[in-house]
């Protein structure tokens, strides 16, 4: 396994429990949002943030309950945001994914890496 994914899953563990919390350096969602500007809006922030950031799919927003995330889910949700870190990012934003178990769940793990430079958005 990766070493940003092992980081990003004892992360993600000390933010769901006792109390829920998210921080600056990973964000989950149930599944992807239909609003692209939100999105870009992370993709930016992590970018920008030293060591970058990661997104993590398939964790319920209100429980923060990991309920898992389906293959063909997975596949759009890595599309769509590896489309906008190229097309709607200045200078273009690199990502890498995998999908875990988690808790009995299968998560997508989706790292935004640093940009060299900052960015800002551009479409």
């Given at each position: ?50 060591g970058g950031g990661v997104l993590v ?23 769509q945001i590896a489309n906008l870190g ?25 790292r935004i890496k640093r940009a060299r ?7």
């Amino acid at each position: 396994m990766k070493k940003w994914i092992t980081s990003a899953m004892e992360t993600l563990e000390a933010c769901l429990g006792p109390v829920f919390h998210e921080i600056n350096e990973l964000d989950w969602k149930q599944s992807l949002s239909p609003k692209k500007e939100r999105l870009m809006q992370h993709l930016s922030a992590f970018a920008n943030h030293p060591g970058g950031g990661v997104l993590v799919f398939g964790i319920d927003d209100q429980t923060a309950m990991p309920n898992g995330i389906q293959q063909d889910e997975a596949a759009v949700i890595v599309g769509q945001i590896a489309n906008l870190g190229r097309d709607t990012l200045e200078p273009p934003v690199a990502i890498d994914h995998a999908i875990v178990e988690f808790h009995n769940a299968s998560l997508l793990f989706v790292r935004i890496k640093r940009a060299r430079q900052s960015l800002y958005i551009c479409g």
